[in-house]
């Protein structure tokens, strides 16, 4: 029964093969009509939902983790690694929510890129992306890991450049890749530490869990920052974060798939299942608890003065991602996967009604040229009500509580300075989302022409994300409230320690997140409620350029390597190495020449080294024999 | 079965020299028809190559000239059992992909005799038969570059043959001295590896023979400082020239180092161990800079063979069971995508008669099915996973990390340049508007080039998928080496990081 873990990866990657296949029959040979690429790109997503819930439900009724190895992938030396999937509780607790979220985001592409010339290539990329994704997460080795995080990384680039006719997307897309190659390099040396210290023959969870303790302290710092090297990459954390506001060239459903709810999250759950590692090093959460929080604050920051909505939610989710890996690096990996959790419903809820207003305005993304949406399209308004209420942490949405979860495993961890990074972030949060909010759907004087609300396809999605983002926070519903935290008891063995607050503290905290929140929300109303459209607005500022991080990369590594590379190529490599071997082989030529002078069939001369050589001979033997 | 080897080894030849019967319009078929034979042959060999026995099959030995120790002596191990197969698989996909009409009948005859001087060069056990071959196997490489390359071909031919022949000749004293010295140790005479192996070498001996056969595999490779030849060689030879090259030739360096240099001089390997890492470490980054910095397709695949390469030179001085394996394993996954990669840049030089990539862009929207290639084989060069391109490189990598973490940090960052240097030739050359009208009308891959470019991406996926048979059957091999080489070794030094080099946190 547990092979099924092994078909929930194994059916995307074969929908994959079958829609790259029919895309490129579709071009090169015969036109396919479109309807049955919408056939396979549905039919794949909600089996393996179906599959997923199986999966969960043995793993209830076993009680114990489902394992399932296909076979021995790499045997050398002392290793041998297979191909093994696991379903654990975090494992099946990652898939049943992708699978949910991706398969909603599958319905919606379906309308976004209605009738685009690459519709199939769209979905053969977003199957071959699910089948990553979810080896990722059933992973049962650090290796096998590395596979899907490396075809996540693939997939995210070929999607981010997918109008590939746009130098721009292209570009956006390279850099995505680039950045996350230098985690990724990073996360290959965790792993080649691993390899070495693990004393793991079969490179698994399992027998790494059982060994790492003998593995000395120092070793462990460096396997676990190197692997954390990674997932900054993967999440866009301080400071590998510069590729993810790029990443918003691509479609908008890749946007809210990939680059929202799912793929950015690995880093998360990397850290997570490395548990076991991490719980013996929390001087190294500490640090990442820190890079999490400073990268929300700075996320959050950049946030509210951008222009673009896609770049808004691109900065927003960075921000999220900070929250998560504050609370993975103080231990409550559980808090932070309920965060995860909650965050793919708002965020991909965000992303979407986004990509709805976009394709409403034909592909219009600056949010002060959109306005009084919420006229046109009132189903879009209203679940992106619901979905800024979520993010913002407004009761009883769900972003609230995983929220509030976190500041308080950060009030109760002691780090009161991560707390306090936590709570300013959320005033910005709520201030920049609100700001998006009524610039887009409120506001005054908008005059647009041809706009017309999308249709039910792309509306029918965001109602049942709305109703997530509105009740999935209900799963964690805390003490406090009278309510069982069930993703909190599903998860409780990805907690280090329990932080207990006193009811009154917790109180006073969840008190003042909502008051933060709604302070957030108060500035931006002031500020943006009545929004005359009329008014160009400027934006102008350190903050609105991203305090010129680009710029600075662009010089000391772009530029820099740029520079270096021709100096080598042209100066080095063809003036200095290459001069060297032919000045040695011209120097033979021209002793050659010198020495051929002998030879100019001068008799006498012949004559005069003929007697010159016997003479010398002579002497020697006479030296010699003497 | 038991001359099979011999069979191996010159039915190309002879089939050769039957070619010049075949008339010119058959002879492409005929040259196809041999290295599939060739080719079958060499699967014939693996099926029944006993993977359990790690030592040297298929053995033929014939006295040559008995009285100086030089004997015909053919066999075959795990380590060299896949470059033989290698050989063939590329020759015969070279020649499926063959697209030269210009005096094509003594081409595929010239190609039938570099077969068998690859498969020559794998198989012999004897040191003087396995110098001969090695340079028997620089004249139909000179023939092919000086007769079908292009403007610039004579110089580029002549640059090539000198350099290796240059570095050769060391290694032939160095074949020499070893002789003299086993007839010195023993009293008779023998240049059969396997005895070789059983002997000694005293320490300041190992020391110069080292350094002498290392110019030689160097040259070949090609390491830094030696590697110039390489990218005028690339540049001005004919497509067919350019795979056999980077697939199978540079390989017989790497295969040196394997063979010769750490079994037969142990503590001079782990004496020299660093120094060589140090270059292995600026070929990686030197190269896919210039790499980086190139104009032409052609040589940026040529660059980023030298790059790979020190890869795999890193991991073959690991001297451990995975970073040996692994090398070994990546210059067969290197041999299958530079040889892929150069196939695909003559397809497109067929059509435009350029290599310049700004001369290109935007290709993936005329020619889906080679962008679509491309784009596989240029993953598997970046080492993405289940790709084959992956599994050597983290073996050698994490092989090396056990014994210097920095520099392994450093040669990593060729994973990184690697994805600069490809994403951005696949930039310029397929993405973006088709910018020039020549290029609006070009046709998609033919039924002659897919079915030269399908295996490859066939065997790209499948031994990413599943290389464990073909890492086990290695591997073996492998660590009976690594066994003599800690039998041999004269030093407590080599001893020691041996033991370093093959232990798991404290395990033997």
Redesign the interface.
Same mark, same amino acid.
């Given at each position: 029964m547990s092979i099924v873990l092994a078909w929930i990866v194994l059916l995307p990657l074969c929908s994959f093969v079958l829609l #790259?296949a029919m895309y490129?029959f579709s071009?090169?040979q015969r036109r396919i009509e479109q309807r049955y690429f919408t056939f396979v790109a549905l039919f794949s997503p909600a089996v393996v939902f179906v599959l997923g819930l199986a999966a969960l439900r043995e793993l209830m009724l076993r009680g114990h983790a489902l394992h399932y190895r296909a +076979?021995?992938?790499?045997?050398?030396? =002392? /290793?041998r690694i297979d191909m093994g999937f696991l379903g654990d509780k975090l494992s099946l607790f990652m898939v049943f929510f992708i699978t949910l979220v991706s398969g909603l985001i599958h319905l919606y592409a379906t309308s976004y890129m209605n009738k685009d010339e690459g519709y199939g290539k769209f979905f053969a990329y977003f199957h071959l992306f699910t089948a990553c994704m979810l080896l990722l997460v059933l992973a049962d080795g650090p @290796?096998m890991l590395? &596979?899907g995080w490396?075809?996540v990384g693939?997939c995210s +680039?070929l999607l981010i #450049?997918f109008y /590939?006719?746009?130098?721009a997307n292209?570009?956006a #897309?390279?850099k995505a890749?680039?950045v996350n190659? %230098?985690g =990724? @390099?990073g996360f @290959? &040396?965790g792993?080649? $530490?691993l390899?070495? +210290? #693990?004393?793991s023959h079969d490179f698994s969870y399992e027998t790494l869990a059982l060994?790492i303790g !003998? %593995?000395p302290s120092e070793i462990l710092t460096g396997i676990a920052v190197a692997l954390f090297v990674g997932a900054m990459g993967k999440s866009a954390q301080i400071p590998l974060y510069v590729w993810l506001p790029d990443a918003m060239a691509g479609p908008t459903p890749v946007s809210a798939l990939i680059h929202a709810a799912t793929m950015v999250t690995a880093g998360v759950y990397m850290v997570a299942r490395f548990h076991f590692l991490y719980d013996l090093v929390p001087h190294v959460g500490i640090f990442i608890a820190y890079i999490g929080a400073l990268s929300a604050f700075f996320a959050a920051l950049i946030a509210t003065k951008q222009s673009d909505i896609k770049k808004i939610l691109a900065y927003s989710t960075m921000s999220q991602l900070g929250y998560m890996f504050v609370s993975v690096g103080l231990g409550a990996y559980d808090s932070a996967l309920f965060h995860v959790f909650t965050h793919a419903f708002f965020k991909a809820l965000l992303f979407m009604g986004a990509g709805a207003v976009i394709v409403a305005l034909h592909h219009e993304q600056d949010i002060f040229k959109m306005g009084e949406m919420r006229r046109v399209m009132p189903v879009t308004y209203a679940t992106m009500l619901i979905a800024t209420l979520a993010i913002s942490g407004i009761p009883p949405f769900a972003g609230f509580f995983s929220k509030d979860e976190i500041l308080s495993v950060a009030f109760g961890s002691g780090h009161y300075e991560l707390w306090l990074i936590g709570t300013v972030t959320a005033v910005l949060s709520s201030y920049y989302m609100f700001r998006l909010f009524f610039v887009v759907f409120e506001g005054t004087h908008a005059s647009h022409s041809e706009v017309h609300d999308v249709d039910w396809v792309m509306k029918a999605p965001l109602i049942v994300l709305a109703v997530g983002a509105t009740f999935a926070g209900f799963l964690g519903l805390p003490e406090l409230f009278g309510g069982k935290h069930l993703i909190g008891e599903w998860l409780a063995s990805w907690r280090r320690e329990a932080f207990h607050l006193s009811h009154v503290v917790e109180e006073i905290l969840i008190a003042l997140n909502v008051v933060a929140a709604l302070l957030g929300i108060a500035i931006a109303y002031r500020k943006f409620r009545f929004y005359d459209r009329r008014v160009a607005y400027k934006p102008e500022g350190i903050v609105y350029r991203k305090f010129y991080v680009d710029e600075l990369y662009d010089v000391l590594f772009v530029q820099s &390597?740029?520079r270096?590379?021709?100096f &080598? !190529?042209?100066t $080095? =490599?063809k003036k200095l %190495? =290459?001069r %060297?071997?032919m000045g040695m082989?011209r120097g033979f030529v021209a002793a050659g020449t010198r020495i051929a002078w002998v030879q100019n069939a001068s008799v006498r001369l012949y004559a005069f080294i003929m007697i010159a050589g016997i003479g010398a001979a002579s002497c020697y033997l006479l030296a010699v024999l003497r | 079965m038991e001359h099979i080897l011999s069979l191996l080894v010159f039915f190309p030849a002879m089939a050769g020299l039957l070619g010049f019967l075949v008339v010119k319009e058959s002879i492409r078929a005929y040259g196809i028809c041999v290295s599939a034979i060739e080719f079958v042959l060499s699967l014939i060999l693996w099926m029944v190559f006993d993977t359990s026995n790690p030592g040297y099959q298929f053995v033929e030995f014939f006295p040559f000239v008995p009285s100086y120790g030089m004997n015909y002596y053919l066999g075959v191990d795990g380590i060299s059992l896949f470059l033989i197969i290698l050989s063939t698989f590329i020759t015969m996909i070279a020649l499926i992909g063959l697209s030269i009409e210009k005096e094509i009948k003594n081409l595929v005859i010239t190609v039938l005799f570099l077969e068998m001087t690859m498969v020559g060069v794998f198989v012999i056990l004897d040191v003087v038969w396995f110098y001969a071959f090695w340079e028997l196997s620089l004249i139909p490489m000179l023939y092919i570059i000086g007769a079908w390359g292009s403007a610039n071909r004579m110089y580029a031919a002549i640059k090539f043959f000198l350099y290796t022949f240059s570095g050769s000749v060391l290694m032939l004293v160095g074949i020499l001295y070893m002789g003299y010295l086993y007839h010195d140790a023993t009293g008779i005479w023998s240049f059969a590896l396997p005895d070789w192996y059983a002997l000694q070498v005293p320490f300041d001996a190992q020391l110069w023979l080292f350094g002498a056969f290392f110019v030689g595999f160097a040259i070949k490779v090609p390491m830094f400082p030696f590697h110039t030849w390489l990218p005028y060689a690339h540049g001005q030879a004919p497509t067919i020239g350019s795979v056999i090259l980077a697939a199978v030739l540079l390989k017989m360096g790497s295969y040196g180092f394997v063979r010769f240099s750490l079994p037969l001089f142990p503590d001079a390997s782990v004496y020299f161990l660093i120094p060589v890492a140090i270059i292995c470490i600026i070929m990686v980054i030197y190269a896919a800079m210039i790499a980086y910095a190139q104009e032409d397709m052609k040589q940026v695949i040529a660059y980023s063979s030298i790059s790979h390469m020190g890869i795999v030179i890193l991991g073959t001085f690991a001297m451990n069971g995975e970073g040996i394996t692994g090398s070994i394993f990546l210059m067969l996954s290197h041999g299958i995508v530079s040889g892929a990669l150069f196939m695909l840049v003559g397809v497109i030089y067929d059509r435009r008669h350029t290599k310049m990539m700004k001369d290109f862009g935007g290709l993936a929207s005329v020619m889906p099915n080679f962008a679509t290639i491309y784009g596989i084989m240029l993953m598997a060069s970046v080492g993405l996973p289940l790709t084959v391109g992956f599994v050597g490189e983290f073996l050698s990598l994490a092989g090396f990390y056990r014994i210097n973490w920095v520099m392994t940090l450093l040669a990593g960052t060729g994973i990184i340049l690697g994805a600069v240097y490809m994403l951005v030739l696949y930039k310029k050359s397929f993405f973006g508007e088709v910018v020039h009208v020549e290029n609006k009308t070009l046709k998609d891959l033919n039924a002659k080039e897919l079915s030269a470019l399908i295996p490859l991406v066939a065997l790209v996926a499948i031994l990413g998928i599943y290389p464990k048979p073909i890492l086990t059957t290695i591997d073996a091999s492998v660590e009976k080496m690594l066994v003599l080489m800690d039998q041999k070794a004269l030093q407590d030094k080599t001893k020691e990081l041996l033991m370093k080099a093959n232990t798991i946190g404290g395990n033997h």
């Open positions: #790259g490129l071009i090169t +076979y021995v992938w790499l045997h050398v030396g =002392d /290793y @290796l590395f &596979i490396e075809g693939l +680039y #450049g /590939y006719q746009n130098n292209v570009v #897309g390279n890749f680039i190659r %230098v =990724d @390099l @290959l &040396i792993l080649a $530490m390899f070495f +210290y #693990g004393q060994h !003998a %593995v &390597i740029q270096l590379s021709r &080598i !190529a042209e $080095m =490599d %190495v =290459d %060297v071997v082989s | -």
